[in-house]
């Protein structure tokens, strides 16, 4: 054997051992964040002419870079995005990372692309979006946000059949509690939020939504979407999702929902009516990687019309041409991107070994868990429910504690 292949042999056992044995801690390592100067001791060089091997390199990896990043799959990881995917969606990571496809196009991945669409289909259905709808994922809710908004604005645009909307700069209405990625959507595009009065929670009511309207007045005509969120970050609360869409009806805009967390429940019977309305959005967002059990980076952008969505985003090239014209399914077409990693793979992986019967069993059982937890901080002398969950989120406080102390409590949690 050539002394590259055993290099590699051995390397890909080394990789291989270290996945499954990571896989297989129970509990995995908390592991807490680390100081670049210390990072750089520890680390060493890692980059130099000569390579340091493979083998020493998955040593750094193991030994110092990996303990310096907190592990969300851990019971006590309580901040930021979090994340629990399924085995079969991690060992499947391995296999499209192996496998060397190319996500963006039919002609290139039809058979991964085929997959993915089967796991938008469910997504899609859970939604009662009609038999056309279709999609792309992307890398996050912020990316999926963004390319719905564009094709948004670029409907408005194509609907004013004399041109007046193609150099004004247009609006999304939206509510305070809107993720930050709506406003960061809204100046990468040079449009304008307008803020919706929500009602003391930070919801959007129909009652909010139809003050709203009344105070526009000469800008409802530069309003090109309605976007409301199903699960807000910080309370996931779920918006008037009718309401919403009967807004975005009397503006003739688009009606957009930002589910990046909370859409997941739609696995849930239970929880599906909250959600009410959301049938009849014209695009929403929810990632997989968040609560449907999915790795990083998964976020699913659905859209009732993807032929909209094609108009607004396909690249035109003339090394582009093979792939244009005729009825060929390219992902790249539907968000702003080109070239992507099949990233919906694990999911569909996960759905198709354990099916969709147990990932509704999978939601109810964090919805139950909810309601348990709620109550034990309704019972306990020293703690208080701030307000009633309506999704996973629970909020509750320490009577009588500081910012400071929370965060000596939550330095300590990581140590």
């Known amino acids: 054997m050539h002394q590259r292949d055993r290099e590699t042999e051995l390397l890909t056992d ?16 908390l592991d807490a964040s680390c100081a670049e100067d210390e990072l750089r001791r520890r680390a060493g060089s890692t980059i130099t002419p000569g390579g340091i091997g493979g083998e020493a390199a998955l040593e750094v990896f193991a030994d110092v870079l990996a303990p310096a990043c907190i592990s969300t799959d851990h019971p006590r990881f309580l901040s930021f995005v979090p994340a629990a995917a399924t085995e079969a969606a991690v060992l499947f990571d391995l296999v499209v990372g192996a496998s060397a496809l190319y996500g963006g196009s039919w002609l290139e991945g039809a058979g991964a692309v085929f997959a993915e669409n089967e796991a938008l289909r469910w997504l899609a259905d859970l939604a009662g979006f009609p038999d056309g709808a279709g999609g792309v994922f992307v890398a996050g809710g912020s990316a999926g946000n963004l390319s719905a908004l564009v094709a948004a604005r670029h409907a408005w645009r194509s609907a004013a059949a004399d041109g007046r909307h193609d150099r004004e700069r247009g609006a999304v209405l939206a509510s305070a509690a809107a993720h930050s990625s709506v406003r960061a959507a809204a100046r990468v595009m040079d449009a304008d939020v307008i803020a919706v009065e929500a009602d003391a929670l930070g919801r959007l009511t129909a009652a909010g939504l139809r003050r709203g309207l009344d105070g526009l007045g000469a800008d409802a005509d530069r309003v090109f979407a309605v976007v409301a969120t199903a699960g807000t970050t910080n309370a996931g609360l779920v918006d008037d999702l009718t309401a919403a869409a009967d807004a975005a009806a009397v503006l003739s805009a688009w009606c957009h929902v930002d589910g990046a967390y909370g859409l997941a429940a739609l696995a849930a019977p239970s ?50 041409e093979i792939l244009s014209g005729g009825q060929a399914w390219n992902p790249a077409d539907y968000a702003f991107h080109l070239t992507r990693r099949a ?60 910012p400071t102390e929370y965060h000596a409590w939550s330095a300590g949690s990581t140590g």
Do not use: N
């Open 14 to 29: 080394a990789v291989v051992r270290y996945a499954l044995d990571r896989l297989a801690m129970d509990p995995p390592p």
């Open 271 to 320: 929880a599906r009516r909250r959600f009410a309305g959301i049938e009849r959005a014209d695009s929403f967002v929810v990632d997989p990687h968040k609560w449907l059990f999915a790795p990083f980076d998964c976020a699913a952008l659905l859209y009732r019309e993807p032929a909209v969505a094609r108009a607004a985003h396909a690249q035109h090239a003339e090394y582009l």
């Open 343 to 402: 990233r919906g793979l694990p999911f569909w992986f996960s759905l198709a070994t354990y099916g969709t019967e147990r990932y509704a069993e999978a939601v109810e059982a964090t919805l139950a868990l909810t309601v348990e937890a709620a109550a034990l901080i309704r019972a306990a002398p020293h703690l208080q429910l701030v307000l009633e969950p309506e999704l996973s989120v629970v909020v509750f406080r320490r009577v009588g504690w500081t």
